[in-house]
């Protein structure tokens, strides 16, 4: 059965868009029947050109991508979440979006990343910036998809995600 993961940011034009690109490219790279959502809480309706850069760069393909919100994962039809990650810094006092769910509650995490949106620096920056994210997000995702996902409870899988936090 399909493990599916939303990755939630509020704007879902950077670093959540990055997470899913890298998720189900990754999974796909090494046979894992994972499949990755990106959604926000508030969609800008664009993704940064610098997101959609760094994954064609990393050979993700990138077709059919787009700013969503999270609407559509709590409406009938939506496919069984197991798995919702935040990816926003709260750090850096970003409002990060709290998911409901739908029937089944998912196990819930947040892994926070800067925005590399507002590097500086100018197109240099911001292009280094993201990149650097990517790779960050990539090594996550890898963890993610190490785990024996199929065979993992709901408290399990919570605890190992957490630890995927703290790397």
């Given at each position: 059965m399909t493990t599916h993961v939303l990755i939630l940011c509020t704007h879902n034009?950077?670093?959540?868009v990055l997470s899913e690109g890298m998720l189900n490219h990754l999974a796909g790279k090494l046979g894992k029947d994972?499949?990755?959502?990106?959604?926000?809480?508030?969609?800008?309706g664009r993704i940064n050109p610098f997101a959609l850069e760094a994954l064609q760069n990393a050979g993700v393909d990138t077709t059919?991508?787009?700013?969503?919100?999270?609407d559509a994962f709590s409406q009938d039809g939506a496919p069984p979440l197991s798995i919702v990650i935040t990816?926003?810094?709260?750090a850096a006092a970003e409002q990060c979006p709290v998911f409901f769910?739908?029937?089944?509650?998912?196990v819930k995490v947040h892994w926070g990343y800067p925005d590399p949106s507002h590097a500086e620096g100018g197109d240099e920056g911001k292009r280094r910036a993201f990149e650097l994210t990517r790779q960050a997000i990539g090594y996550r995702m890898l963890q993610?998809?190490?785990?024996?996902l199929g065979t993992m409870g709901k408290g399990e899988l919570?605890?190992?995600?957490?630890?995927i936090a703290k790397s």
């Open positions: 034009s950077a670093r959540s994972v499949k990755a959502h990106s959604a926000g809480s508030a969609p800008s059919g991508y787009f700013s969503k919100s999270w990816v926003c810094d709260s769910g739908g029937s089944s509650q998912p993610l998809l190490q785990l024996p919570q605890q190992a995600l957490a630890e």
